[in-house]
């Protein structure tokens, strides 16, 4: 009768889990741990690894118990999903996301749907959208930001892709979603095709520049002022409670403190060389391909490339000779100038990040939702931090702004910034201390702020050696003309280009 009873139980336990809200593939540490989230938000979901040992040790250890499903075939990961059938990757980007599309597609139907939640670069996510819906199915992609902790906790998530999935998706992403203090969820859609890894590409570049331009705080406290780690670290834990509050504030005033096991820090032990995954790259690119001067992002991925030269650095050192750091000013106050140089940096990097969402949604006709864009990054992600809620309200105040600079809030910060600002980057300079993000920041404001820059005398170059043709202020926008320089006489112009 036991045994009876139990085999009576283990059959319902079977048909209570026999069809999952959702399958992922791809049994990394973010994988198990979105799994492990979702499950926690009531949802039964099936997984599949391509090495099958991982599905088993996976479903028997941290899943053991749970309304987790473990599949050992593509075949039976479909079989066990509820329709519309959704099957999330979360695999390397590039060439596996393809070859899992294509391992999956013999075994979906029309309206099923295909997520991939890695960090695959935009123009990929586009042609998977297209291709996957040419054969009747939809897809996401969706960016998805706060590293391992975000993922078991609540990650912020930028969906994007077939804009039919966004109904069968979204209680799934919504619910796993971190929630900000008014309870919304740091998810909502982002656009058609690859605009959510565009949004996700976009918020990876300007961690990118948050990163230097604390890394040059850093540096201009150590070198120039001679603070020991636990001043910095008191100094980190103040700006945290300020305007810079945020979690790579947070976490940088954790690291300063941190002690290795000889009772050294070991902020001090960790060799200068940076390393990228690729993203910050892409963002300068598009920059680049849009025309749009992305300017401290883009000193960012340099300075990570310079700082991966170390051999050569060092050998530079020897050689090459600059001014000695020496500080005879108030520390106290130059550590606020410094603070008031890296809010002011920060508002420029985040203008440009916005002014190229604006210019590639015109470009691939994505309606980007700016403020909502904030919303998403307010919370889970790595850039969170309480900057982002008066973006938020820069472009709840003003949908169509063109650049977060001209918003009342973020010009008076700006302004009143300024003398701290540029005394931090003429200093820095006078002292041979290093602050490229922190430089051209403070370069893009007086260009941005400028109505006449020296662009009349290079275009007079370049239609003196090229005949590329010029514009002229007493004439109207959009009637071009060249001029016989040298006086050796021919009338044709050449074809011009405009980013």
């Not at 999330?88 to 999956?104: H, N, Q, S, Y």
């Not at 890695?118 to 969706?142: A, M, Q």
Request: proline letters at 3%.
């Amino acid at each position: 009768m036991g045994h009876l009873a139990g085999k009576r139980q283990g059959q319902k336990v079977r048909k209570i889990m026999k069809k999952a809200d959702i399958g992922l593939i791809g049994l990394a540490v973010m994988g198990e741990n979105l799994v492990m989230n979702m499950e926690s938000k009531g949802f039964t979901v099936a997984v599949y690894n391509r090495t099958t040992e991982k599905v088993k040790a996976f479903v028997e250890g941290r899943a053991a118990g749970k309304n987790i499903i473990g599949a050992f075939s593509i075949e039976e990961l479909v079989g066990s999903l509820e329709r519309p059938r959704k099957v999330m990757l979360m695999v390397k980007a590039g060439k596996p996301v393809d070859d899992f599309i294509e391992k999956l597609l013999p075994y979906l139907e029309a309206g099923d749907i295909i997520i991939d939640g890695g960090n695959s670069h935009f123009p990929d996510t586009i042609r998977r959208t297209e291709y996957v819906e040419s054969k009747g199915l939809l897809y996401v992609g969706t960016g998805v930001s706060g590293g391992e902790e975000g993922a078991l906790r609540g990650p912020s998530m930028m969906p994007g892709g077939s804009p039919a999935a966004w109904a069968h998706v979204r209680p799934i992403f919504q619910g796993i979603s971190v929630k900000v203090e008014d309870g919304s969820p740091c998810c909502e859609w982002v656009g058609e095709n690859g605009a959510g890894h565009f949004v996700k590409m976009v918020h990876n570049g300007i961690e990118y520049g948050d990163m230097q331009l604390i890394c040059e705080a850093y540096q201009l406290m150590k070198d120039l002022l001679g603070m020991s780690n636990d001043e910095m670290h008191e100094v980190f834990s103040e700006w945290n409670k300020g305007n810079l509050n945020s979690y790579l504030i947070e976490i940088s005033r954790d690291i300063l403190a941190y002690k290795d096991n000889d009772g050294g820090y070991l902020i001090d032990k960790i060799l200068d060389t940076a390393g990228q995954k690729g993203t910050g790259k892409w963002t300068a690119v598009a920059a680049l391909d849009e025309g749009i001067p992305l300017t401290l992002i883009g000193e960012a991925v340099f300075a990570r490339c310079l700082s991966a030269m170390k051999e050569e650095r060092v050998k530079a050192s020897g050689i090459l000779k600059g001014p000695k750091p020496k500080f005879t000013g108030d520390k106290k106050a130059f550590v606020e100038d410094i603070r008031e140089a890296l809010y002011a940096s920060k508002i420029v990097s985040y203008a440009q990040g916005y002014t190229l969402m604006r210019a590639a949604a015109k470009t691939y006709g994505w309606n980007l939702n700016y403020g909502g864009v904030a919303l998403m990054w307010r919370g889970g992600c790595i850039i969170r931090s309480v900057f982002l809620g008066k973006i938020k309200e820069a472009f709840d105040k003003n949908p169509g702004l063109e650049n977060l600079l001209l918003d009342d809030f973020f010009k008076d910060k700006i302004e009143a910034a300024q003398e701290g600002w540029r005394r931090v980057v003429s200093t820095a300079m006078t002292n041979g201390i290093w602050v490229p993000a922190f430089t051209t920041a403070l370069c893009y404001f007086d260009g941005y702020r400028n109505d006449r820059l020296p662009a009349n005398l290079l275009q007079a170059q370049r239609d003196y050696f090229g005949a590329h043709t010029y514009e002229r202020t007493d004439k109207p926008r959009g009637e071009f003309f060249h001029t016989d320089w040298a006086g050796l006489g021919g009338g044709t112009a050449s074809t011009t280009y405009t980013a």
